[in-house]
């Protein structure tokens, strides 16, 4: 596995694999990989030549008060899981490669809309730190496809809509959940959990779960579900910023004519926030 820490190099690299016409897919990262992770990785190599990930834990999406400092870093531990992997290419830069003039560049990338509602509302600015660090990251790798985890539904949609709306030449590919035997999705930030806490977490599962269920059973009274979904939460010992239902394809509130959905929550157990979302389809005979 070649790793590059500059644009420089990465570039170098990738020169050499597109005149070979390698088709080179692409997965950004934070690092602190897990299995999750991996199976990104696996799912990449079936369906490109080359598999480049990146690891960077960026800045600009997070806001005050937030982890950046404590953020889990295993670098070491990471290009092992890699290789065992055998991506091709790992990118791990440093900040002032990525942001050459500071970490709060002059250029922002935002996609309005999406990128203020649900985990937008409680995080501001997030998002516009995320579209533009990946902006930034496919215009350097400049990948055929770039896969992303459907654990963060709502970042997955911001990605595609900004892709869109940018004409940047890549497919968007949206990988499912990856959960522990219990049900609770993998996130780096299970590992600010404590052994009692990661057991109660897989409870976000479970009542989205049933909500959904509950939904396909005919419950068509949305804010009534989510508050039944979120209350369930609270008692047992959650800080809940959202439940909601929405429709799949835009994240806009869902319309009887809707049946492509996704219930997505967001809930703080401890000093820890946790997102989750559940993707299904009506039974248009409801």
């Not at 009274?221 to 989510?226: F, K, L, M, Q, S």
Request: overall charge negative; aromatic content about 6%; glycine content about 6%.
């Amino acid at each position: 596995m070649i790793i590059t820490q500059t644009k420089a190099e990465l570039e170098a690299a990738l020169a050499l694999w597109r005149a070979e016409g390698a088709r080179i897919a692409f997965i950004p990262t934070m690092g602190n990989l897990h299995a999750g992770h991996l199976h990104l990785v696996d799912t990449a190599k079936s369906q490109a030549d080359r598999v480049v990930v990146s690891i960077f834990v960026n800045p600009t999406q997070f806001g005050p008060g937030e982890d950046l400092a404590a953020y889990p870093r295993t670098p070491d531990q990471d290009i092992e899981r890699l290789r065992g992997r055998q991506a091709d290419l790992l990118y791990l830069p440093e900040a002032s490669d990525i942001y050459p003039d500071g970490d709060q560049p002059a250029t922002f990338v935002e996609v309005p809309g999406l990128s203020e509602q649900l985990c937008g509302q409680f995080r501001p600015g997030h998002f516009r730190g995320v579209a533009t660090v990946v902006c930034k990251l496919l215009n350097r790798v400049r990948p055929d496809l770039a896969l992303f985890g459907e654990k963060d539904f709502q970042q997955l949609a911001i990605i595609r809509r900004m892709v869109h709306d940018l004409d940047i030449p890549v497919r968007i590919e949206g990988v499912p959940t990856v959960r522990e035997p219990s049900g609770l999705a993998m996130s780096s930030r299970n590992g600010y959990l404590g052994a009692e806490e990661k057991q109660r977490a897989a409870l976000i599962y479970r009542t989205l779960s049933e909500a959904a269920e509950a939904v396909r059973a005919g419950a068509r009274d949305y804010p009534r579900v989510e508050q039944e979904a979120a209350d369930a939460l609270a008692s047992s010992g959650f800080s809940v910023d959202y439940v909601s239902i929405r429709r799949q394809q835009d994240l806009a509130s869902p319309t009887a004519a809707d049946h492509a959905l996704v219930i997505l929550a967001a809930a703080r157990l401890g000093q820890t926030r946790l997102i989750d979302n559940i993707l299904f389809s009506l039974d248009t005979n409801n």
